[in-house]
């Protein structure tokens, strides 16, 4: 199970093996890419290596479990044997999540909070980590007019729900991780309002999960910047998080997030 205790934020580096992520889709899905890649990453600072085999992108289409367990477990299993470093899984499919499991992965982040049939189950028969997701909706509609009337108190309750729901299944509370899902069926004023308000989510008294890299809500931020020139606002909003409490953040770019932490460790211990 992934150890928070420490009081430094945790830098998750993302290793997409996917055709069509948003930002680094086709770049990392042949095998020896995959691997270069996460070295890159632990060299460079990396806590938590992410492997996602599915694009979660707005407007994305799914794909079958095996073709995602083709894309996810040699990688993953190339990566268990090769390097001693937390491995993460983000996958919403219970058969998926079953694989990785038994390849001994550490952490499984699900972007529909393991709503899935079977994936309490699966999950509940284990002792890995678990990410629960806030999504309104999901990828392929997520972006089509999402409507709150406090997105910051309405993702609070979701949580307390899914909690009570896992721990009803048999998954302590200890191995469960939030992530508010930021750009996930949330306009840009709902995801500037919730990094806003990020500290509130403490009242769950769980550690909070935080991606906003590279993502588009960082490019209209900066006046419409594209996928390659967002590196510094997404270092800028990973930054921000973490000074709302944020134990977590899922970033491309791990040397930038991982020196720009370091000084703020320096002035705010």
């Known amino acids: 199970m992934l150890d928070l205790s420490s009081k430094r934020p945790q830098v998750m580096g993302i ?17 020896d890419k995959a691997l270069y890649h996460a070295e890159q990453l632990i060299q460079e600072g990396a806590d938590i290596i992410d492997i996602g085999g599915e694009s979660t992108r707005p407007g994305s289409e799914g794909i079958s479990v095996q073709e995602e367990l083709d894309r996810v477990m040699l990688v993953l299993q190339a ?18 999540m079953k694989e990785a499991i038994a390849a001994k992965v550490d952490m499984i982040n699900d972007i529909y909070a393991l709503q899935a049939s079977d994936a309490l ?29 406090d997105v910051v108190q309405e993702i609070i309750d979701f949580f307390k729900q899914r909690i009570a729901v896992c721990e009803k299944a048999g998954i302590t509370v200890d191995r469960l991780i939030l992530d508010p899902g930021f750009g996930f069926g949330k306009s840009l004023e709902h995801n500037q309002k919730l990094l806003k308000h990020l500290n509130q989510l403490q009242v769950l008294d769980r550690p909070i999960l935080a991606g906003l890299s590279r993502k588009s809500m960082i490019g209209a931020w900066l006046g419409n910047k594209p996928v390659s020139e967002r590196l510094h606002g997404s270092v800028a909003a990973a930054l921000l998080a973490v000074m709302q409490g944020a134990c977590i953040v899922r970033v491309h770019d791990v040397a930038a997030t991982v020196d720009a932490l370091k000084i703020a460790q320096v002035v705010l211990e």
């Open 15 to 31: 290793l997409n093996v996917t055709p069509d992520s948003f930002s680094d889709g086709g770049h990392f899905n042949q095998v």
């Open 79 to 96: 990566l268990r044997s090769r390097f001693d470093i937390t491995l993460s899984v983000d996958t919403s499919k219970p058969a998926v």
């Open 121 to 149: 189950a699966v999950c509940a028969a284990s002792d890995v980590s678990i990410c629960l997701m806030h999504m309104l909706g999901e990828p392929r509609t997520m972006q089509h007019q999402p409507h709150y009337h």
